[in-house]
C-alpha cells in the first residue's frame, strides 16, 4: 500500500510556538506544520519555552522547522559565514527541542565569488555540524532556490554537487519547493513535467527527499522569480500537484504550503491537496 502524504502548512503563531501554533494548524486542517524558531529575517537566536517546546513535540503532530532566510554558506562575508553556523547550530538544537524531523535551510550563493569557493566554503563550515547532531536529532534539509543565475542549488540537479561537498552526510535530506523548481527551468505544467523532474530528483540525491514546499508560481517557467501563489491558481496548476502525489519518489513526503493569504486560503489549499490526493 502506497503511504499517504500528510499535507500541512507553515503555521501562523500567535500565544505561543504550540498553543497558537497547533489551534492554526487546527483551522486550516493542517496535518503536519512547519514553523519559525528564531526570527525568519533576522540573526537574533531565540530560546524556546520549554512547557510549549514539550506540547509541540508530545502532540503527536509531524513537525519541521525552517531555519532563517539570511542562511548563506556560500557567502564571501565572514560576519555572513560566522551567523549561519552559530543558526544553524542553534536552530538544530531548537528542532530537537520541539521534536521536529528536519530543518530546511536554503542552499546559499556565491554572492560574486568563484562557484568552487563558496562551494569549498559549504564543505568546510556546514560539514562540523551535521557531525554535531545525534544519531536521533534533525536532520538538515536543503532547499533549491528561484533563481538558476544566482543559486548554488537551483535546479535538482545542482543537489548532486552539494550533496558530494558534504560526503554524503547521512543527516543531510531535501526539501523540493515546486515554486522554486518551476523557477528555475523544470516545467511541472508540462504533461511529463512532473515525472522528469522528480526522476532527476532522485538521480542527483536518491533517498533523501524529506520535505514538499507545495506552491503555485505567479510567474511563468523559467523565470527566475519566487513569488508563491495559491495552489491551482498560478502558472503551475492543479494537475502536477495531483502527478507530484502519484509518483513514487514522493510518495510519503510531507506536503507543506506555503502559499499567500492565511486562514480561510490555506484552508482552501490545504483541501484543494486533500482532493488531489483522494482522486
Known sequence: M???????????????LATGGLKYAAEIGA???????TNPRGWALSEGNPAEDAKLRESGVSSFVHATYLVNFGSPTPATLENSVAVIRHTLRRAAQVG?????????????QPREAAMRQVREHLLPLLDEIDDDGPELL????????Q???ATVQDLGPYLEALDGH?????????????SAGHDLAAPDGVRLTLDAL??????????????DSKDACGSNRDRHENIGAGHIGAQAFADLMRHPVA???????????KGDKHREDIELLKKLRSA
Open 2 to 16: 502506497t503511504p499517504t502524504n500528510l499535507i500541512g502548512g507553515h503555521v501562523f503563531v500567535t500565544g505561543g
Open 31 to 37: 496535518e503536519m506544520v512547519q514553523v519559525f524558531v
Open 100 to 112: 521536529a524531523a528536519g530543518v530546511v535551510m536554503h542552499t546559499g550563493s556565491p554572492v560574486g
Open 142 to 149: 536543503l532547499e533549491t532556490m528561484a533563481s538558476k543565475a
Open 151 to 153: 543559486m548554488l542549488c
Open 170 to 182: 547521512p543527516k543531510v535530506g531535501v526539501c523540493l519547493d515546486t515554486c522554486h523548481v518551476f
Open 202 to 215: 532522485h538521480e542527483a540525491a536518491p533517498g533523501r527527499l524529506r520535505l514538499i514546499h507545495a506552491n
Open 251 to 261: 510518495a510519503g513526503i510531507p506536503i507543506c504550503i506555503e502559499t499567500p493569504g
